[in-house]
Each structure stands twice: as C-alpha cells, then as structure tokens.
C-alpha cells in the first residue's frame, strides 16, 4: 500500500513513533479510507484514454496535436475537425479552445455548440477591448458611442464594415468591360511598383490610339483603395480622356492621366466615397445619379456633389461644388458606363443610398421608411436650398 495512502488512511506507524500492536481501525478512520477509494476511483476514470471533457471542451496546451488530443478522448480526428471547423492542415495553438464532441452526437449539434463558443469569445475579447479603453481614458472623459461601436460590429461605421484584409496586399484587380488585369500595384510596404505603370496605363487609355502615363500618385490611391476593401475587383468606367471643347470643365485631371472614374464591387459608392475622402491633396466626386465615384490627384483636398445624371447639366450640391469639381456627369460617356455594366442591363447593378453628407453611412431612409435604390427610376433629388444659398 501507497505510504501516503496508508497514513491518511490513519493506518500503519508514524515517523518516529514505536510498533505497537494493530487494532481494528476505527470509525473515522473507515470513513477516511472510503473518501480515498472514491478520490482514487475518479483519478482512474481521468486517466489518459479515458477522459472526459470539462463542459465538453478541450484547452490546447504546448506540445500537443490534433492526434493525441482525439486520442486522448477516443474520438477521430476528422471528428475533431468537423466540430471545431478546421481544415486539414491548419495548425492549432496552446490556448485554443476545442469543442470535444460525445459519442453519438450529431456532427451538427457539436458545429453549434463550436460556433457558441466562438461566438462567446468574440464578445468576451470585445468587451475586455472596451475596458482596456475606458481604462485608458483620462478621468472624467466618460464613454462614447464609439465605445459601442467595437463593443457591436453591427453599429460599426460602414467604412469600416465593408474593410477587409487583402489576401494579398498590393495585388489589384481592375476590371474595364471585356478587359482584365491582375497586377501588384504595392509592395507589401506600401510602395509603387514602377514596372506595374504600362500595364495601368494600358487599361485606362481613352482609344487602342489615345494613351498617356498614367499618374503614379494616382496608382498608389487605386492601389490602396484596393487593399482597404479587401482586394475587391475595381470596375473602371473612365481613365485618361482627351481635352474636348465640349467638356464641363477646362481643366480636368482626366486629360492628364491624374483622374479615375471607378466603382468598387460589392461595396456601396457612399462607402467608397468617404474612404476616398481621406486621401490627402486629392479630389473626391460623388454621383448619386450615376454609377461611380471620380477619385483625382491635385495639390489640395476637394469634394464634390453633382446630382446631374448622364448628358444632363450639372447640379451641385453648393456654390463651392462648381469650383471645386473635376467634371460634370454628363462628361462620362453613356457608352462608357454601359461598357462596364452591359447596355441590357440596369445601369446601377447595386443598391446606392441617397446619403450625400460625406459622413459613414451608407443607408437614408425617405419618408415612407424604404430605402431608394438608384437605378430603378427614382433618381436622387438635389437638396433644397433658399434662393440666397443657390
């Protein structure tokens, strides 16, 4: 018998004590011995090919793998990945919380019971990030709506919403009509890659015969506009134009290779728009009316509202408006847009808020409480203003 066993079961001598002849043990004593069988029986029910999961989970410590840990809980490996949702090949780490799934259970309730854990996790990381927050907040600052913000992604900014980390940084996707084009724009630092210009300037030409560099600050805008939005394909309407006496303005960037009219898949122009927005020395157009977001290079930082739709005057938004734009919507050619989107088709092939304010958000909501969609034959109207404001 275990020496540690025999003396908590009161039985056998005690260090420096004399022999002394054994007696039946007494009730106490009974009743110690039979708490040490019970503690004794539960270790071996633990033991190593027998064990039971805590609350069915499992945490990962250094050193162990996938096998041993479905060994360990006599289950599959294939079992233990289709509960947790890992793939083959995807490593785990000390710290991970697995879900252990029970003989007979349906691979389903065990995927549930993962996805809560996760899900549990994620608000237990968010609300520790708000605490960190508030406690690094001066005295007598108080909360703030940004706080709930990280606390609920679901009253995140849209510009932030529609963020996603790129697969790989400074790789854009363009798209321009029938024409498609794959190319590092960025190093993984965040620099021009010069070599990438022809091929840039090559799809943003004006005809097959009518092409001019195209700027290299602008490339570095489009590429990382590309990266803020997760690598999304950029869908061009238009690059580099030629001067014509026709156009709104004498002065655009479009002419000099300095000036993209583009839209952003999957990601509403209000979204695209205020991203662009941030850009330093850089001229912003937003279209409610048409399809794109006009994006520019300059010495100072403008934006611009024109209400106007295709081959229609421009309406700005404000007398600065008129100043400050690039160019008018009637400028971009019809055809060029139905290039992009199909001349069969709708010309607004995603929902576009009415916001115009330049603030996040991306939903306004009219008076009967639904959302206006562009595209579908309600144009946007153009604020109304005193006739001292005109």
């Known amino acids: 018998m275990h020496p540690e066993f025999s003396r908590f079961c009161g039985i056998g001598p005690r260090a420096g004590a004399a022999m002394e002849p054994t007696s039946s043990p007494s009730r106490p004593s009974r009743l110690r011995c039979a708490l040490a069988a019970l503690a004794a029986a539960f270790l071996l029910s ?65 995927k549930g019971r993962a996805a809560a854990l996760r899900d549990e996790r994620e608000r237990s990381r968010g609300a520790s990030a708000k605490e960190r927050d508030a406690g690094a907040r001066p005295p007598g600052k108080g909360s703030t709506k940004r706080d709930a913000a990280k606390a609920d992604p679901r009253s995140m900014p849209p510009n932030k919403r529609y963020a996603q980390r790129p697969k790989r940084r400074g790789w854009v996707r363009l798209v321009r009509g029938a024409e498609r084009l794959d190319v590092q724009l960025l190093t993984p630092k965040g620099r021009l890659v010069p070599k990438a210009l022809p091929k840039l300037s090559r799809l943003m030409r004006a005809s097959p015969t009518a092409s001019i560099p195209i700027d290299p600050r602008l490339a570095t805008l489009i590429g990382m506009v590309s990266d803020h939005f997760g690598g999304r394909p950029l869908r061009v309407v238009s690059g580099y134009r030629p001067y014509s006496p026709t156009q709104y303005t004498p002065h655009s960037n479009h002419n000099h290779g300095r000036a993209v009219d583009f839209m952003v898949e999957g990601v509403p122009n209000t979204v695209v728009r205020d991203f662009c927005r941030g850009f330093r020395n850089a001229g912003v157009g937003y279209y409610p009316n048409s399809t794109f977001v006009h994006l520019d290079v300059r010495s100072d930082k403008v934006y611009w509202v024109d209400y106007s739709g295709p081959g229609e005057p421009p309406r700005y938004a404000g007398a600065k408006g008129s100043v400050a734009a690039d160019e008018a919507a009637r400028d971009v050619p019809v055809s060029a847009e139905e290039e992009v989107y199909g001349s069969g088709e709708p010309r607004a092939t995603q929902p576009q808020p009415m916001n115009t304010t330049g603030t996040n958000s991306d939903t306004a909501r009219s008076g009967s409480g639904k959302e206006k969609v562009l595209g579908s034959g309600s144009p946007t109207p153009a604020p109304e203003t005193s006739p001292g404001k005109r």
């Open 46 to 110: 633990a033991a190593p090919g027998t064990a039971v999961a805590e609350d069915g989970q499992h945490t990962v410590y250094a050193g162990q793998t996938l096998g041993k840990i479905a060994k360990r809980y006599r289950i599959t490996v294939d079992a233990l990945r289709e509960a947790n949702g890992l793939k083959r090949g995807q490593r785990i780490h000390p710290g991970l919380v697995l879900v252990i799934p029970e003989r007979g259970e349906p691979a389903a309730r065990a």
